[in-house]
């Protein structure tokens, strides 16, 4: 086992579609009783994935600090 280093980050150009089933959003929030996401292009760019690969699910997680 190796961890990452603390400064790795997701790259999702470089991410084949294909090596995985899901892809997370983490973290969105309730913020005057309306979704928030901070990083919409993000957000966006993830769900694109999904015309490579029409089989892979996006999830939006809600919570976190």
Do not use: H, W
């Not at 993000?42 to 892979?56: D, G, Q, V």
Request: with cysteine; hydrophobic share 40%; glycine share 4%.
């Amino acid at each position: 086992f190796k961890q990452r280093p603390l400064n790795a980050c997701c790259n999702l150009n470089k991410l084949c579609p294909f090596l995985c089933d899901f892809l997370i959003y983490a973290f969105a929030s309730i913020e005057n009783n309306q979704l928030s996401i901070k990083n919409r292009s993000l957000c966006k760019e993830m769900i694109n994935k999904k015309l490579e690969n029409p089989n892979l699910k996006v999830l939006l997680s809600v919570g976190g600090t």
